[in-house]
């Protein structure tokens, strides 16, 4: 049966409602200029661009699957979880995000805290960089240094001194991906995990235990994943007949290099994400 959402399909982009450089509307628009049929806006715990996502995905005539991506962590490692057609209502999830959202906050507060000792950059300055209510985090702080000219750009600035191994690298509380999955299914979505063969790979017992709570699938098209890695999950994803998606983890023309439909996923595997979603309407 041929998907009711046209491809190609690029299923992980960011705006500036979270730490990408352009805002949903122009996502969109770049996306449609790409040739893509299908995307998803999936900023990081939030859905503040969805409606003006949907807006622009209408006028531009392309299938949009509203997201998020959530933040966890799984022992030391960072885990970020794919959630597709979720009701951002459910008590549950929607207390979830904003804890994750507050934390956020108070980690980029002492990051940029520790660096001002060393550096001329302040709390303002950071600020000043964010787009209207989106969540404080690191890659605003990038910009603000790009903007007082200590680094060239926001690569240079994560590769340096926001290092997540350098003297000015502040931890975050996160929930489980276990919470998370199990929250995004409890609302009607689809829990995907994103970018899952990198090199914080969970392990193959844990990725089983997600599995059986509700995991749906595993987005193996991805430019930070390891060749080995992919190898394992698909062979996991074969058994267990989970969704595999590709994507490009877009965060516009001046954020990452990545660029939109780098990576995609195939008409059978949005079609499933629609089937197994009931938490909120696509756009089609």
């Given at each position: 049966m041929p998907s009711r959402a046209p491809?190609?399909?690029?299923l992980h982009l960011h705006s500036v409602r979270s730490d990408g450089t352009e805002l949903p509307r122009d996502v969109v628009s770049a996306a449609a200029d790409a040739g893509m049929g299908t995307i998803a806006?999936?900023?990081?715990?939030?859905?503040?661009g969805w409606d003006e996502a949907k807006h622009a995905a209408r006028e531009r005539g392309i299938a949009l699957l509203p997201g998020a991506e959530f933040s966890t962590k799984h022992a030391w490692r960072s885990v970020?979880?794919?959630?597709?057609l979720f009701d951002p209502d459910e008590p549950g999830l929607a207390a979830l995000m904003s804890g994750v959202r507050h934390d956020r906050v108070g980690r980029a507060r002492s990051i940029?805290?520790?660096i001002a000792r060393d550096y001329a950059i302040t709390w303002e300055s950071v600020l000043a960089q964010r787009e209207g209510d989106a969540?404080?985090?690191?890659p605003h702080i990038a910009d603000a240094l790009v903007a007082a000219g200590i680094v060239p750009g926001r690569d240079e600035a994560?590769?340096?001194i926001l290092h997540h191994r350098g003297p000015y690298y502040v931890g975050h509380a996160a929930p489980s991906p276990h919470e998370v999955v199990t929250r995004i299914v409890a609302a009607g979505g689809v829990a995907i995990i994103a970018h899952p063969a990198g090199r914080d790979m969970l392990p193959r017992r844990a990725i089983e235990?997600?599995?059986d709570a509700g995991l749906h699938g595993f987005e193996l098209g991805h430019r930070e994943n390891r060749p080995d890695g992919v190898a394992l999950l698909r062979e996991i994803a074969v058994a267990r007949d989970l969704i595999v998606t590709g994507s490009s983890d877009y965060h516009g023309a001046a954020g990452k290099p990545n660029v939109i439909g780098e990576n995609t996923t195939s008409p059978e595997m949005v079609e499933r994400i629609l089937r197994a979603a009931s938490g909120t309407d696509p756009v089609l």
């Open positions: 491809g190609p399909a690029d806006l999936t900023d990081h715990d939030t859905v503040a970020h979880v794919l959630g597709y940029v805290d520790a969540t404080i985090g690191r994560f590769a340096s235990r997600l599995v």
